[in-house]
T-cell receptor
């Protein structure tokens, strides 16, 4: 079983719809992240959370929101999806060390 | 501002030959450097990292990377490539003591190993 689990793995949604991507982890890490991957742009940080009561914006937070429901759960929401939010989204975790561990990704297509 | 560059979009190598995937960086202070690999339809997997110490770092699956401070490079290497090494490779750098929220990723290099 994966240590960092994302659901759904694939989703097609329509412009203007609200969509939530969920993430859960069994690594026991306090820190969780949401990244977005676009071809030719690498990975960019959307939001991060260093503990349950801590939420911070990353490089590209506009149009997104997050919720840290528990140490093990961190969800990403698109309140009103738009086509340029079509991308591969990764949840990730880390402890107090430097290494980030990624989930297997969620493909989101906004039509 | 910190940055990382992977100058090659794709690297082609024959199975059994040595491979190198290039990475250069720009940061203020001491860099924390990472390599990740992404196999098709999978997430990123951690390969190795450099924080301090020996400039040659060994990682998973027989990969290693050499930190070169004067050239600000952190190239990924493997003595003998396998077809199963074909994947997308990302270099990443962080300054500020390795702050994970300050990790910057390169744009990725697609490694294609031909049988």
């Amino acid at each position: 079983d994966a240590d960092v689990t994302q659901t759904p793995r694939n989703r097609i949604t329509k412009t203007g719809k609200r969509i939530m991507l969920e993430c859960s982890q069994t690594k026991g890490h306090d820190r969780m992240y949401w990244y977005r991957q676009d071809p030719g742009l690498g990975l960019r940080l959307i939001y991060y959370s260093f503990d349950v009561k801590d939420i911070n914006k990353g490089e590209i937070s506009d149009g997104y929101s997050v919720s840290r429901q528990a140490q093990a759960k961190f969800s990403l929401s698109l309140e009103s999806a738009i086509p340029n939010q079509t991308a591969l989204y990764f949840c990730a975790t880390s402890d107090f060390g430097n290494t980030i561990y990624f989930g297997e990704g969620s493909w989101l297509t906004v039509v | 501002a910190q940055s990382v560059a992977q100058p090659e979009d794709q690297v082609n190598v024959a199975e059994g030959n040595p491979l190198t995937v290039k990475c250069t960086y720009s940061v203020s202070g001491n860099p924390y450097l990472f390599w990740y690999v992404q196999y098709p339809n999978r997430g990123l997997q951690f390969l190795l990292k450099y924080i301090t110490g020996d400039n040659l770092v060994k990682g998973s699956y027989g990969f290693e990377a050499e930190f070169n401070k004067s050239q600000t490079s952190f190239h990924l290497k493997k003595p003998s490539a396998l077809v199963s090494d074909s994947a997308l490779y990302f270099c990443a750098v962080s300054a500020r003591g390795g702050a994970t929220n300050k990790l910057i990723f390169g744009t990725g290099t697609l490694l294609a190993v031909q049988p």
